[in-house]
């Protein structure tokens, strides 16, 4: 499969009180096109720096302080490769919500209280598709001989014109500042809700004519969900980040969103990559996956391979600590906690907690290794 | 393991790192140091000249027109001869007065009446804050005027009044504080171990209710010499030649604005003391602030 | 086998006032009796989703929160006779002594620790209320308590916020086991912690249980986390007892079509376990107006006339197997025809 976004040796710092906490210490992951990436670990490992640190949106104090995240737009084809973290912050300000979008934890916090649902999803389409639902307009405007006056309807037609031109032109912000001309947008307008209510219909949500002018708080936690999918979903990206999606839901709401996302991963996403904490849902909804500790990548398989043959000896003793429904008896832990970034332990950082640790493990870091095909394994356990 | 430090120490520390980073505090603290030692050592900067009263300004002479600064008189005379100098070091004195009195006043009021609203809760409630409610209807001003007109004239009146006006901001923000922090687990987790209501109050909730109340005192020490300059300005403070900022602009009054071929003649008269006050509520507000950030709890430790 | 505890008929509705003259308009029904007993030495599991009442249960159980009607036994372990705490007074219950004997661990230790107190304290507080102890006495046996969960005497001189999420539930047992109770409520207990911690925490309290002779009642939203340590689990919805069984008898043969979607819908971390899932419709109702008769039948897929008019009542099916469902005996059998 072709690859759609590569992270090569992502180092990310933030300066704290305390000292430098090295959160990511050369990670590097690929999503392939189509494919269903689930990145777990325990929190604090870094897992969502990572993700954050793809799309460059560490919070302060954080800085990214090295390393590559490749996007490939149209497959392996090199020539339109980007490198993300050398482009500028309009640049990625266009990406973030067009090609690839995020959702977040805490519904609550990604919607915006007093805007309704259906603003909310225009406002993507208004930020990122305004040059091509300008130019469908325009053909609306010419086709129909509406009761429109006629030289508004020029004015109209003119305005159209330059935004499906250049959508930031500076004619068109005065116009929107100017309190009658900027009633040119409502078209536009009207044109970003009719797409935000199909694209609410395709999230199996009953009556989305209805549901679109009503506001966050009327509606339950599955269904706020429901509503920020539909505002990453609205300008069809290429990738998206689910950062623990599910994980405040209660069960069988979580069951529903899983549902979902299967769903639109056949019809309408061509890559997810899933952040999340519960082995479960990995088990369930990827295809491949990547397990962090400490900072580190230490074991990326496809799903099957992980979950019945994993090799690194944390992937082994997280697997074991999982509550099943055929286990009996007592459950295996892991000793110890997650070690303080601040001061990471030297070599192997799971060598504190770590059964097999040997002497090596204290001193040299491990390089990734890949055992077998597709199954990568950083760990001194196994030679090259 | 490095050093053992005693934990307390340690989180003074941190919270000390926390304040001087903020670069405002470093520039409130200088302020602030600044006036602090014009207020101590105020009798070698500038020995009074009446033993019984330094608080009253020499003047020599009762011509009302201000003299520009001269090597005995370094920053000029204002109306009635008074020294500027003087006054500026004196008032720092009683600006102080002002501020620390007031706000203490108040804020025992303040939180004393807070923590009995929040605590008891209930009817008493009710009637504590629609009282409350009653006074903030009163712009400030207007009330300790009211209340200055009451007592008579004098700048212990001024500063008991200002306390009286005052303490209905501290209520309500040490009672919001107590109704947020007794749905607290920490809080119900001691009422599951058997602690009695008046101790829980006294251990858990007073003490991380009080922060917001200091951070808000911090910053109205500095606003509260503002609203006594401008009692002082309308003639309801201290007696006429008592060295306090607000009087010495109100002595300038009618110097603000020079004679028309020359406005700014007189602008020692109003930018020396005027000055003063705005570095004072400057240092206030500065401090305030960073301690705002310091004390935080939900950016404190992430 | 007795009874540590017995729930009757317990109810707590929250009045909603409106108006200018705060008459009661209508009342969350959060617990709409609840008839449970508690034996001693076990740990009963109380499961269900945010909203369905578990943690009003527990809270009502410690007086945290006043039952509005029913009553709540309590039996002490050398008294035969059972107490009534429901309408106790806090100062009641103290000078009986149930108070030390009743304690709580609570869902979230970043937030059930009052952040400017010292660990020596937190633990001491309990000990301190008791009284009869010299400061001592009191720091041995703060760091007897420390060494029990785990931790070492390192630890007492530090603030809470320094402690890794699984220290700080250790230090939180240690507070709730200080003054040797008899029953332990655990709210979600390790819903906030790693899962690499969350076996831990659910180790030590095994093991504490059997070393200390303690009563749980175990409270969560997750099934499998559960099946470890509780030796009977309860079910609930909307305020409302679903089922109640021993856990391998939950498990194997559930009976309440909400306890089988529950227990399918739990994510497993395995890939060969690919059963079908029974996906729930819709959302928990509101328990301001909760549905006429039984409170499931808007989401359940096997919805007859009955349900809808008619509220099921517990019933034992098995020996101590009880269920609150109009098709109780069908329920297999269609779970087995339409999700196989």
Not at chain 3, 69 to 87: C, P, Q, R, W
Request: hydrophobic residues 40%; positive net charge.
């Amino acid at each position: 499969m072709p690859k759609l976004i590569q992270a090569e040796d992502v180092v990310t710092n933030f300066y704290t009180y305390e000292g430098v906490v090295k959160a990511l210490n050369k990670v590097g992951l690929v999503v392939d096109h189509g494919a269903t990436f689930g990145l777990v670990g325990e929190s604090g490992c870094g897992k969502s720096v990572m993700v954050r640190s793809m799309m460059r949106i560490v919070q302060e104090p954080g800085q990214i302080e090295g390393g590559k995240v490749v996007l490939f737009f149209n497959g392996d084809q090199q020539q339109e490769a980007v490198d993300l973290l050398q482009q500028s912050e309009a640049y990625m300000e266009d990406l973030r919500g067009n090609h690839i979008s995020m959702i977040f934890q805490e519904p609550n916090a990604a919607l915006n209280p007093i805007m309704s649902i259906g603003d909310q999803i225009s406002e993507s389409f208004l930020f990122h598709r305004k040059k091509e639902m300008s130019k469908k307009i325009l053909e609306d405007l010419s086709a129909d001989d509406c009761r429109v006056f006629l030289p508004l309807k020029k004015l109209q037609q003119t305005l159209y014109t330059i935004a499906a031109d250049n959508p930031k032109s500076f004619i068109l912000i005065i116009c929107s500042k100017i309190p009658i001309l900027s009633l040119w947008q409502r078209r536009l307008k009207r044109e970003a809700l009719q797409r935000s209510i199909d694209i609410i219909r395709k999230l199996s949500i009953s009556n989305p004519s209805e549901t679109v002018h009503r506001y966050p708080h009327n509606l339950s936690g599955g269904m706020k969900q429901r509503i920020v999918i539909a505002i990453a979903l609205a300008c069809h990206p290429m990738l998206l980040i689910a950062d623990e999606a599910t994980s405040n839901l209660d069960v069988t709401i979580q069951a529903q969103i899983l549902e979902l996302l299967k769903d639109l991963k056949k019809t309408e996403i061509a890559s997810i990559l899933l952040i999340t904490h519960d082995l479960g849902i990995v088990a369930e909804t990827c295809d491949r996956v990547g397990v962090m500790y400490a900072g580190n990548l230490c074991e990326v398989a496809d799903v099957e391979k992980l979950f019945q043959n994993p090799q690194h000896p944390y992937t082994k003793a997280l697997l074991e600590s999982v509550p099943k429904f055929s286990q009996e008896g007592r459950l295996r832990s892991i000793d110890g906690a997650v070690p303080n970034l601040v001061s990471p332990p030297s070599g192997c950082r799971f060598h504190p907690r770590c059964s097999h640790a040997m002497e090596i493990c204290k001193q040299t870091f491990p390089e990734e290794i890949e055992i077998e095909e597709n199954h990568m394994v950083a760990c001194h356990l196994y030679v090259k | 393991m490095e050093k053992k430090t005693h934990p307390r120490l340690k989180e003074f520390k941190y919270t000390l790192y926390r304040i001087f980073r903020n670069p405002s505090a470093i520039i409130g603290f200088t302020l602030l140091i600044f006036f602090t030692g014009v207020a101590v050592f105020a009798p070698y900067i500038a020995p009074p000249k009446y033993a019984h009263d330094p608080y009253i300004m020499p003047h020599k002479g009762f011509s009302p027109t201000p003299k520009p600064p001269t090597k005995e008189h370094i920053f000029g005379t204002t109306s009635g001869q008074y020294d500027i100098f003087y006054g500026a070091v004196w008032g720092t004195r009683t600006a102080f007065k002002i501020g620390i009195f007031v706000v203490f006043f108040a804020t025992v009021i303040g939180v004393s009446v807070g923590v009995i609203s929040g605590y008891v809760g209930g009817i008493v409630d009710e009637i504590i804050m629609r009282i409350v409610d009653i006074i903030f209807a009163i712009p400030t001003v207007v009330l300790a005027m009211a209340i200055v007109v009451a007592f008579g004239r004098g700048l212990d009146k001024v500063m008991i009044a200002l306390s009286l006006v005052l303490w209905r901001n501290y209520v309500r923000v040490m009672r919001s504080g107590i109704l947020t922090l007794r749905e607290m687990d920490y809080v119900q987790a001691a009422r599951v171990m058997g602690v009695s209501n008046i101790k829980i109050m006294i251990k858990h909730i007073i003490p991380n209710a009080i922060y917001p109340v200091m951070v808000m005192a911090f910053m109205d020490i500095g606003s509260m010499v503002i609203v006594a300059a401008f009692m002082a300005f309308l003639g309801l403070g201290a007696p006429r030649g008592y060295a306090d900022w607000g009087q010495m602009i109100s002595l300038a009054r009618n110097y603000i604005v020079g004679p028309a071929e020359d406005p700014l003649r007189y602008w020692y008269t109003i930018i020396i003391p005027g000055g003063c006050i705005v570095l004072f509520v400057l240092a206030w507000n500065l401090i305030g602030d960073a301690l705002r950030d310091a004390f935080d709890p939900k950016i404190r430790r992430k | 086998m007795e009874n540590v505890l017995e729930l009757k008929n317990l109810k707590r509705h929250y009045p909603i006032y409106g108006g200018v003259f705060r008459k009661q308009v209508a009342s969350v029904q959060a617990l709409d009796g609840i008839d449970l007993s508690i034996r001693r030495g076990e740990c009963l599991g109380l499961v269900g989703e945010s909203g369905c009442g578990k943690t009003t249960t527990g809270k009502a159980i410690i007086r945290l929160d006043d039952p509005t009607s029913g009553n709540i036994l309590f039996y002490h372990k050398e008294k035969k006779d059972g107490v009534d705490i429901a309408t106790m007074s806090p100062r009641q219950m103290k000078k009986q002594g149930i108070r030390s004997k009743l304690q709580m661990v609570f869902q979230d230790p970043t937030t059930s620790m009052d952040p400017r107190m010292l660990v020596k304290q937190i633990i001491a507080e309990p000990l301190r209320e008791q009284g009869g102890l010299s400061s001592r006495a009191l720091e041995n046996r703060v760091v007897e308590l420390l060494e029990l969960v785990g931790l070492t005497k390192d630890h007492p001189m530090r603030y809470p916020h320094e402690f890794s999420g699984g220290q700080r539930q250790r230090i939180a047992v240690a507070r709730a086991i200080a003054t040797n109770p008899e029953f332990i409520i655990l709210d979600e207990p390790t819903s906030a912690l790693d899962v690499s911690v969350q076996a831990q925490i659910l180790n030590l309290l095994h093991e504490l249980q059997q070393r200390l002779q303690l009563t749980y009642l175990f409270v969560t939203h997750h099934l499998l986390v559960v099946k470890y340590i509780s030796h009977r689990l309860a079910v609930m919805y909307l305020g409302k007892l679903v089922e109640i069984a021993d856990t391998d008898d939950l498990f194997n043969k559930p009976l309440h079509p909400y306890t089988h979607a529950l227990l399918s819908g739990i994510p497993i971390p395995d890939v060969q376990h690919k059963l079908k899932r029974i996906v729930l419709s819709g959302d928990v109702p509101s328990p301001l107006n909760p549905p006429s008769g039984c409170r499931f039948h808007t989401r359940c897929p096997f919805v007859i006339d009955q349900c809808k008019s008619e509220e099921p009542v517990l019933e034992e099916v098995e020996s101590a197997h009880k269920v609150a469902c109009h098709r109780k005996n069908e329920v297999r059998k269609l779970v087995y025809d339409q999700f196989g």
